[in-house]
């Protein structure tokens, strides 16, 4: 099928890449023009696995190409994603002026029968918006092409976009015309097979993607909350989830206990969803509480730091903490929302001094510390002369460590795990002190 996608971040540009992979005609749109230069050559401008050998293979076959020019990609294609930000205004509802950019666009260069195809996550009623605005470029040109917008939301995580794009759970498709749901059917069917295809009305599709995103927010607050109390009463949350997880009806997943969730959209989404309830004169009292309690787990992990230095009657002034991860999630670059940020300003405005390391954030990091932390190359040699090790994400390489290289570097010895990657069974006995979330510490050195 001849399909445009306009937006080539992490959603437009797995999906564009996914598509073309199956064998589709696909052109990616973006107003970035060294992003879209850099794709032409079969670069990929973010980082997600396996997304560069894709993009390269299939810009090579001819399948999947790249411009600056939406009008030429609007006329040769007959589905027309929509994939561009919808980053939160100062209110905290999301800002769809990039998604009116788009349709304006194309109703603007439209030259026959077209689906459009909402994958930005929007509040509901955006598809109407969307297709007023087209039929209003229409009529500035007298003309009657016809055209329907779907709503398809998206539900890859960063850092497993292709797997989950091509292995989805479900594919929701709201609309209400049938041409466009039996093409939309026919693109998908190439990816999942019909019972997997959910369709509904593009409200009900608008709102099961913030729903979605609020309660998985939701149980990661939850357990974040429980986790809090385990610190105190002694217990252990691994044992928790556990025992909870296990039960089908609750599952494990989005259960583990840490320094929040971060990122592009859960953080974005929970506010919107707070935003668009408080506009229709709602409130949502759970989800300002799942908010509440993550922004809350950022300050108990310093809590955690504060209190272990205290106990040796220092402050956090002139220590210097090696930081491990700093992207919002392991496997990922991005930096949006990363609880990492918030953390590392507060350390750095106690007087304490930051060297980080993460696989792939570092280019992002740079633009948002600059020179107000030093950065390291590999995961070991940031560690030289530092007060601790500080793990703020879960990349697989932090995971898989020689503690004996960590105990020789580390100047003082202790850890703090923000995401809780090693079990306490490992770090008994070993030669420092391992601090963690919603576990009891394990004091090896401290008296
Ligand atoms: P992104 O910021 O990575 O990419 C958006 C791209 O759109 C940018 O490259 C930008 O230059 C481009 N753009 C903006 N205006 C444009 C225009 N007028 N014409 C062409 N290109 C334009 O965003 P993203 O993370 O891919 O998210 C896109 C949407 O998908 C958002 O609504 C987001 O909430 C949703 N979503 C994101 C994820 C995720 O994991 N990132 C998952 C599911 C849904």
């Not at 994958?119 to 605005?133: A, F, L």
């Not at 909870?244 to 259960?255: A, H, Q, V, Y």
Request: aromatic share 8%.
């Amino acid at each position: 099928m001849k399909i445009s996608i306009v937006g080539t971040g992490y959603v437009g540009l797995v999906a564009g890449a996914c598509f073309a992979n199956n064998g589709n005609n696909v052109i990616c749109i973006d107003i970035d023009k060294e992003k879209i230069e850099i794709l032409k050559k079969g670069i990929t401008s973010i980082y997600e696995p396996g997304l560069n050998k894709m993009v390269l293979d299939n810009v090579v076959n001819g399948n999947l190409q790249f411009t600056t020019n939406i009008k030429l990609a609007v006329e040769n294609s007959d589905i027309i994603f929509i994939a561009v930000g919808t980053p939160p205004s100062d209110d905290g509802s999301p800002d769809l002026r990039y998604v009116f950019t788009v349709a304006k666009d194309i109703g603007k260069y439209m030259n026959e029968y077209k689906v459009v195809v909402n994958k930005s996550t929007v509040p509901v009623g955006t598809s109407k918006n969307i297709s007023e605005i087209i039929q209003n470029e229409l009529r500035k040109r007298n003309s009657g092409i016809d055209f329907d917008v779907v709503s398809n939301p998206e539900f890859l995580r960063e850092g497993n976009g292709i797997k989950d794009f091509m292995e989805p759970d479900r594919v929701i498709i709201g609309c209400a015309d049938d041409r466009a749901k039996d093409i939309m059917t026919k693109l998908y069917l190439s990816i999942v097979l019909q019972d997997k295809i959910i369709c509904m009305s593009n409200k009900g599709a608008e709102m099961a993607k913030y729903a979605s995103n609020a309660m998985l927010a939701t149980r990661i607050s939850f357990i974040n909350d429980i986790s809090n109390l385990c610190d105190i009463l002694g217990v252990n949350v691994e044992e928790v989830r556990r025992g909870m997880g296990s039960d089908k009806r609750i599952g494990d997943l989005f259960l583990n206990s840490g320094i929040g969730y971060g990122g592009s959209c859960f953080p974005k989404d929970v506010k919107a969803l707070m935003e668009i309830s408080n506009k229709n004169n709602y409130n949502m009292l759970l989800i300002e509480a799942v908010e509440e309690v993550n922004k809350n787990q950022k300050k108990i992990f310093i809590k955690k730091i504060i209190e272990y230095f205290k106990n040796f009657n220092q402050t956090l002034n002139g220590k210097i903490f090696a930081v491990w991860g700093l992207a919002f999630k392991g496997e990922t670059d991005d930096m949006r929302e990363s609880p990492a940020i918030v953390i590392i300003n507060e350390l750095l405005n106690s007087g304490a001094k930051i060297i980080c390391y993460d696989p792939q954030a570092i280019k992002e990091a740079h633009k948002i510390f600059e020179n107000k932390v030093g950065y390291g190359t590999d995961k070991y040699s940031i560690l030289k002369d530092a007060d601790a090790l500080l793990i703020l994400n879960e990349w697989k390489e932090f995971k898989e460590v020689d503690y004996n290289i960590v105990n020789l570097n580390l100047k003082n010895k202790v850890i703090f795990d923000g995401r809780n990657i090693y079990t306490l069974k490992d770090m008994i006995g070993k030669d420092f002190d391992y601090i963690s979330m919603g576990r009891e510490p394990i004091y090896n050195c401290r008296e």
